[in-house]
């Protein structure tokens, strides 16, 4: 690799730290980088998320205000991320890419939709579960399954996985927008640190590609925290279903 090529990939750490900490998809400005570089897919996707743990961290860092009081909500979730990171990494492993090809447009779509009409879907989600004692910490009982499920896509691939966290947390669980993105980037960090140990375990790491992303997602999850924080709900809300469809059209064409 070039100098010049360490440098953009190192800046395409930087983008997608920033956005993986406001909303995620940053896979998907780092995985085409790598490829258009010559790095065959599977070790640039292995490498990308290995690369992409050191940013997840930073951006949990970054969001830790938000996590006030979160302990026991973000205990429970992340024991269906761990469980859905660890099925998600062995199917990359033993699966064909094409087995996810169809699925990961209709997940994405339905996590933009959902985000977009999360307010009014919470209010019904919160009216029915205040018949039954309202709408426990941890979510409603589908939020620790979805999260395994969103768990699982993620450690398979992971683009716009915090798209369909943020869509689940915001429907399933009453808090706070930002709080959710601080919940969202613990349970992703969850699933990117436990593929990546399977990855370095049982795969080829390209070390070098994935300390540049290392490097450059630290200081993209500072940049994100900041950003993300100023963002009033209704524009955070938009970027998520921008981002989500972004990511969607990258993997439509």
Do not use: C
């Amino acid at each position: 690799m070039s100098p010049i090529e360490a440098v953009l990939v190192a800046l395409a750490g930087v983008a997608a730290g920033t956005i993986n900490t406001v909303v995620g998809s940053g896979t998907l400005i780092t995985f085409p980088t790598l490829l258009a570089f010559g790095v065959p897919p599977v070790t640039a996707n292995v490498s990308n998320t290995v690369g992409l743990v050191p940013g997840s961290l930073s951006g949990v860092v970054g969001y830790r205000r938000e996590l006030a009081g979160q302990r026991s909500r973000v205990v429970r979730l992340g024991s269906a991320s761990l469980l859905g990171g660890i099925v998600g990494a062995l199917l990359l492993l033993w699966l064909p890419s094409a087995a996810f090809d169809t699925i990961v447009p209709a997940l994405i779509s339905l996590g933009v939709l959902l985000v977009v009409l999360g307010p009014w879907i919470q209010r019904s989600v919160a009216a029915r579960a205040a018949t039954r004692g309202g709408i426990p910490d941890h979510g409603v009982w589908w939020v620790w399954p979805a999260v395994a499920v969103t768990g699982v896509y993620g450690g398979y691939f992971g683009a716009a996985q915090g798209v369909l966290l943020m869509a689940v947390l915001g429907i399933g669980v009453a808090d706070s927008i930002q709080r959710h993105t601080a919940t969202k980037n613990v349970l992703a960090l969850v699933v990117n640190a436990v593929a990546a140990l399977v990855f370095i375990a049982v795969a080829d790491v390209d070390w070098v590609v994935a300390g540049l992303i290392a490097l450059g997602s630290v200081v993209g999850g500072q940049i994100g925290a900041t950003v993300g924080r100023r963002l009033p709900p209704a524009l955070l809300r938009a970027v998520i279903a921008v981002v989500g469809l972004a990511a969607l059209l990258v993997l439509l064409v």
